[in-house]
């Protein structure tokens, strides 16, 4: 089996299927994927983990038999820690179960399985969190900005910022935890549609042990305001929203999130006068947002479809009061670095804004979203 895998594309079709043709009139089930590898005795040093960028859906991820992690929405990523589970110098097994066969449980084609990249991440034992590196554009007239760095442990740090191979900035110092780095940058050319210049950060974390973990993040410089006057700025500039509402899947490819497929939506998009996009109904790949930060494509980054009323009856619905804290947590330290996206959504033609349970919940996700982000609106 190669990942990403649609499991659904081998699933059988019924013109009975209980999603209709919303699915295709597939019929989709529950699957168990499983590895097994070896590990080898050195990694007893490290900080190891599984990387999930998405399982659709209601993941239970077991390590030797036991179950090490879950993740129910199947359009947020998630990490695994293994250190625990796992048998040092011997063979291991990995079993990733996903349940779909609950239907209907979406309005659109969703795919199925482990259709999002996996990937299995070494550090020491002092290193540089998960998404742990934070660049902000704090000015983009005279350009400057931070780069907020989260930590486990204490150490060197070493920021440096590059044009492609040219060295444009550096900043050495000791930290604890967390640390954050001013730079101006005189002469960098900003991020917009028409010219989607990027630059490179990399970070190097020396621990007192001698241990060495790097981390590097792609970036642009620009500002976003809204304005009452003007409406949308970037960079100073009024910006019209020429924009697309796209879903996840890739066609006849299914809901894989394969890099050129990703690439060749936002392409075929640019070339026909669209500027902006809406991640319709749920986080994107993070495939497709390096896309629109390469081509020069603004995003409207959506959450969910509903939030406690459901769509269908096996959706969503049922899970998002309980789970929209870390579903958006994990959208937004994902997708910060993004030049491309300018502002969040917290749901899509979501009727519970008719009451006052729904309004509650709409103010209780846009703040936290605001505490998450101040950088940018949420609608």
């Not at 020429?242 to 890739?250: E, V, Y």
């Not at 902006?276 to 930060?293: F, K, M, Q, Y």
Request: charged share 25%; hydrophobic share 30%.
């Amino acid at each position: 089996m190669t990942l990403p895998h649609d499991a659904m594309l081998r699933d059988p079709r019924d013109p009975q299927a209980p999603s209709g043709e919303n699915l295709g009139w597939y019929v989709p089930r529950n699957y168990c994927y499983e590895k097994r590898f070896f590990v080898p005795e050195q990694w007893k040093e490290k900080r190891i983990r599984l990387e999930f960028e998405g399982v659709a859906r209601e993941a239970r991820v077991l390590v030797n038999g036991e179950q090490a992690g879950s993740h129910d929405y199947g359009y947020t990523g998630f990490s695994v820690p293994l250190e625990e589970f796992l048998h040092y110098g011997e063979e291991n097994c990995i079993c990733v179960r996903a349940f779909n066969a609950s239907q209907p449980a979406s309005r659109w084609y969703t795919g199925t399985g482990i259709y999002r990249p996996v990937w299995l991440c070494l550090s020491p034992e002092e290193h540089i969190l998960r998404n742990g590196v934070r660049v902000t554009t704090l000015d983009y007239r005279n350009p400057e900005i931070q780069v907020e760095v989260r930590l486990e442990g204490q150490g060197e740090v070493q920021v440096s910022v590059l044009d492609g191979k040219q060295l444009l900035a550096q900043g050495v110092r000791t930290a604890k935890e967390h640390t954050a780095f001013r730079f101006l940058l005189p002469g960098a050319r900003l991020w917009s549609p028409e010219n989607p210049r990027l630059y490179t950060c990399q970070v190097c974390f020396r621990g007192e042990k001698g241990t060495t973990d790097t981390e590097s993040v792609v970036f642009g410089l620009r500002q976003t305001e809204c304005t009452s006057e003007k409406g949308f700025l970037l960079n100073g500039e009024r910006v019209i929203l020429k924009g697309a509402c796209i879903h996840h899947d890739n066609g006849i490819l299914g809901a894989c999130a394969y890099d050129f497929a990703e690439e060749r939506k936002v392409r075929i998009l640019k070339e026909n006068g669209y500027n902006a996009i809406r991640s319709a109904h749920n986080p994107c790949s993070r495939a497709l947002l390096e896309a629109c930060d390469r081509l020069g494509m603004l995003v409207l980054d959506e959450y969910a479809d509903m939030w406690y009323i459901h769509k269908t009856p096996y959706d969503y619905a049922s899970r998002v009061e309980k789970n929209w804290k870390r579903d958006l947590k994990e959208l937004v330290d994902r997708d910060y670095n993004h030049p491309s996206v300018i502002m969040y959504s917290t749901g899509n033609e979501v009727s519970e804004t008719a009451q006052k349970r729904g309004i509650r919940l709409c103010g209780e996700m846009t703040r936290y979203l605001h505490g998450l982000d101040k950088t940018r609106p949420v609608t």
